[in-house]
């Protein structure tokens, strides 16, 4: 029998956050942190390691005190989560523990893109995965689309690379594999995953941008993933940055994309035969045409950070993905076109990350682990809350 997802209280999921983000901490402090009284503690830690989500460590002699402090540690080796990255014609997935570390990756080409073949061929690596790993206890599912909520249930909404709209995607996999399944925008995740487990572990307010096929871009304010009203916040690809630029696909003058993306950078050095690799070797031995072409690609990625920072003024800037070749050739262009721009005289704190794909099915299973935090309790208050003609999912 698989693990089932364990329900935890209020005071649980506080304490079982704090040490999934900052790692192994002595109880004194975590009641310190947390502001918690020590029966409250106690009472919140023995569920927890009950439940084997965390360890008790040997104490760790304090070096200002002196006094041996119990460590709390994460339990790693009973529950596993399941992490699926859709593209518009491939399926990535990876296993992790619960510290979000990969156990185990695949992927292979998607058979179609219809709804119902996508789904069970979730499903049946999830039963190959499920042989190899046991002990999954939730699945998370991320693409590049809008998702929103319908009560708890995560609709997909406009997916242009599978043409699909109003897809009930968590409910589907649910029913096809049995277990919870969290589904968010590829790009969202990705910043939740940052934020708890990433380069923007313990902030309150960070923001994600990455560069490459497309522009992303992920907003943490107030400790929480900003997902907007209708799943479309930071959507900033098309932000004019130089109203005297060159037109995107979409018939901006300047936007951002019109410099920025892959494909914008390739089309400024004029060879329809070339591809994006290409163009970046041509950088690196120094070919005049592809260096202009990062460099003014680099001046809008400064100008589109200086603009996120103008709007949230948040404690870092991560960036990444998988075109981050701007920042290799284009550094000093983007810092200054990021001083420019911006409306206070500040340091920004930009910390360019390394990108895998892999990272993102890893993003899904971080929306898995997630999905260990999300009382019950509030969830059946807010399905009760959906209007009574929308069909909603049934509990797990
Ligand atoms: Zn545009």
Redesign the pocket.
Known sequence: MPPRRPLLARAERTVLREVLVHGSLPRAELARRLGLSRATLTRATRALVNGHLLTEAAPERRSTTGRPSEMLQLETDTYRFLGFKLTGDRLYAVVTDLSARVLFSADEPLATAEVSDVVAQIAAMTRRVENRHPGITAIGVCLAGDIVFDGDDPVVMQSAFLGWDGVRLGSLVHEATGYTCAVQNDVLALTTAEHWFGAGAGLSSMALITVGTGIGCGLVIHNATVTGAHGRAGRL??VIVDSGGPI?????RG????YLVNEAIVGAVGGHSLDYEQVVAMARSDDRAARRAFDDAGKALGALIAFVVNAIDPEKVILSGDGLAVYEFAAREVHDALNRNLEAEQEVDLDVQPFDFSEWARAGAVLAITELFSPAGAAHARRAAAPADTPTATAP
């Open positions: 690809s098309h995107c696909g979409k018939g901006h936007c951002a994309s019109s």
